[in-house]
């Protein structure tokens, strides 16, 4: 994956030698280009490199400052058709659906309630799954957007226990009123920054398969949000 950042206290080709000798030596970072006249670093990496260790390697070579840019976002994704760059998300919708689909099958007759439930928690855990691959990576990519991330970072760490709670939740339909409830306001909350990055036409990475693949904000990210929200308030209805 390739990325393209700001670093800021280059002044002159010495400098970029040192931006770019100290980004080497950084594990995972497999090329790099830098130039002090636009201030911009293009990174290729063979797995996310956080932030933070980014800027650890350039402090060492001087007062260098690194940060992310709106164009913040894997080149060789944007030579990806619109379906090829969203296919993890595609497949695992399909495998939950089907999944849980087969077990309404085992059953006389089809309950649609149950249905979401088992979808809800399918979709929570599976999707937690990736975020614990590298819970720092998203938490980081999560504060970029997220409106409470932004200003707490801890929530984007706490933000995929929670979603693997739900999940487990769901699964064993633990107060389900309240489980549905605590979905409705969580997703509801997560689904601001998501319309700000969009509406906003923001070249970010989506995190909602954590940091394992790249995957850039878009309408899919609402319309994945969108669901949960919805199906949490079609089931609170059914409680209430």
């Not at 979401?116 to 975020?131: L, N």
Request: neutral net charge; glycine residues 4%.
């Amino acid at each position: 994956m390739t990325h393209t950042y700001q670093i800021t206290g280059m002044t002159c080709s010495g400098c970029e030698a040192k931006v770019k000798s100290g980004l080497l030596t950084v594990p995972d970072i497999t090329s790099v280009e830098v130039s002090a006249s636009t201030n911009t670093g293009t990174i290729s990496m063979s797995k996310h490199v956080s932030l933070s260790d980014l800027q650890k390697a350039i402090s060492e070579k001087g007062n260098y400052k690194i940060s992310v840019v709106d164009d913040h976002i894997d080149k060789v994704e944007q030579n990806k058709s619109w379906f090829t760059t969203y296919r993890p998300i595609f497949l695992i919708f399909i495998y939950i659906f089907s999944i849980t689909l087969f077990i309404q099958v085992t059953h006389q007759q089809f309950d649609p309630m149950q249905w979401m439930r088992h979808f809800m928690a399918g979709f929570f855990i599976v999707f937690s799954f990736f975020k614990m691959l590298d819970l720092k990576a998203f938490a980081e990519t999560y504060s970029m957007y997220d409106v409470i991330a932004k200003r707490i970072p801890v929530w984007g760490y706490l933000y995929a226990f929670l979603e693997l709670g739900l999940g487990i939740a769901y699964l064993v339909d633990f107060y389900p009123l309240v489980t549905n409830i605590v979905t409705f306001v969580v997703m509801s909350v997560s689904i601001i920054g998501v319309l700000q990055s969009v509406l906003n036409k923001k070249k970010i990475q989506c995190a909602c398969l954590g940091a394992v693949f790249n995957l850039p904000m878009s309408t899919v990210t609402i319309i994945e949000d969108a669901l949960m929200i919805l199906m949490a308030g079609v089931m609170i209805v059914q409680f209430i």
